[in-house]
């Protein structure tokens, strides 16, 4: 390689200007997605309609897996996640990465409404909880139960945070 001093004047300032080109491009499409997806997040989360989604853990064939296994959100929207399990063996929803990218307002089960960081929800046979949430950070996350020897048997999912344009 040469040294700096021994490249023509010329030839530096046009890989100078070209440099410049591609940071400055780069710049503008961060702040273009990064404007979209803040503006699909700005006022109080809270007061979004819900969009309710049901997902099954297992089934009455106690088959294991998740009904449906590939979810899709949409970053900025509130969703009710309806969980329920028909099966006869107790199953876990976990997705972490997916919780640790999302403003949870609150899990109830039961009688009970819990609220803060949730990483895993555990139903047991004929249990049902809903998940109310806001998705903050598009990405494509891992579900799987985390009981012994489900996740192996296909007890698996996806779930997919998408932006959404501002006028959606």
Request: charged residues 20%; glycine residues 6%; hydrophobic residues 40%.
């Given at each position: 390689?040469?040294p700096f001093h021994s490249i023509p004047r010329s030839l530096a300032?046009?890989?100078?200007?070209?440099?410049?080109?591609?940071?400055?491009?780069?710049?503008?499409?961060?702040?273009?997605?990064?404007?979209?997806?803040?503006?699909?997040?700005?006022?109080?989360?809270?007061?979004?309609?819900?969009?309710?989604?049901?997902?099954?853990?297992?089934?009455?064939?106690?088959?294991?897996?998740?009904?449906?296994?590939?979810?899709?959100?949409?970053?900025?929207?509130?969703?009710?996640?309806?969980?329920?399990?028909?099966?006869?063996?107790?199953?876990?929803?976990?997705?972490?990465?997916?919780?640790?990218?999302?403003?949870?307002?609150?899990?109830?089960?039961?009688?009970?409404?819990?609220?803060?960081?949730?990483?895993?929800?555990?139903?047991?046979?004929?249990?049902?909880?809903?998940?109310?949430?806001?998705?903050?950070?598009?990405?494509?996350?891992?579900?799987?139960?985390?009981?012994?020897?489900?996740s192996e048997a296909g007890m698996v999912g996806k779930l997919t945070?998408?932006?959404?344009?501002?006028?959606?």
């Amino acid at each position: 390689m040469l040294p700096f001093h021994s490249i023509p004047r010329s030839l530096a300032r046009h890989y100078l200007h070209l440099s410049l080109s591609v940071l400055i491009s780069l710049m503008i499409w961060f702040g273009i997605t990064w404007t979209s997806t803040a503006a699909n997040l700005s006022g109080d989360l809270s007061r979004q309609p819900l969009i309710e989604v049901k997902v099954s853990l297992g089934n009455g064939a106690n088959e294991l897996k998740f009904f449906p296994n590939d979810v899709e959100f949409s970053a900025g929207k509130r969703y009710k996640l309806v969980l329920n399990n028909p099966s006869a063996s107790k199953h876990y929803f976990t997705a972490k990465d997916f919780a640790d990218n999302i403003w949870s307002q609150k899990v109830e089960a039961g009688n009970v409404e819990v609220k803060g960081a949730i990483h895993e929800l555990e139903l047991k046979p004929a249990a049902q909880a809903e998940w109310v949430f806001v998705p903050i950070k598009p990405g494509t996350y891992e579900l799987h139960c985390s009981v012994p020897g489900h996740s192996e048997a296909g007890m698996v999912g996806k779930l997919t945070v998408a932006v959404q344009p501002n006028d959606a």
